[in-house]
């Protein structure tokens, strides 16, 4: 069984950052990040993969970077220019190579941006 433990969310004001990270405890192929807002359904923010190709949603592109340690099996979401939208918990996720939908999920960390 895979582990992934999220770190880094916290209170910040908005245009401020935060940089999350999470700590898996296998090798995965892609590495990602999803997000819940209050009353929101989870949606997708970014993913990397072991290479190193990565996606992201529209609504973080340009604002969020996402990266990876594929040695310390790790993967970090740096996340500027916050704004009040972007509050809610926030979900590291695992998919595996070939595999169409999330195998893993974190525990979720919350990232609270105050206007």
């Known amino acids: 069984q895979v582990h992934m433990v999220e770190s880094g969310g916290g209170l910040v004001q908005a245009g401020g950052s935060l940089r999350l990270s999470c700590a898996v405890s296998?090798?995965?192929?892609?590495l990602g990040w999803y997000r819940q807002g209050p009353g929101k359904q989870r949606e997708f923010i970014a993913d990397?993969?072991?290479?190193?190709?990565?996606n992201y949603a529209g609504s973080v592109k340009g604002r969020f970077t996402i990266s990876r340690d594929n040695a310390k099996n790790t993967v970090h979401l740096q996340m500027n220019t916050l704004k009040p939208e972007d509050t809610a918990v926030y979900y590291c996720?695992?998919?595996?190579?070939?595999?169409?939908?999330?195998?893993?999920w974190g525990q979720g960390t919350q990232v609270t941006v105050s206007s």
């Open positions: 990397i993969t072991r290479g190193g190709t990565s």
């Open positions: 296998g090798s995965i192929y892609s």
């Open positions: 996720a695992g998919r595996l190579y070939g595999s169409s939908s999330v195998d893993y």
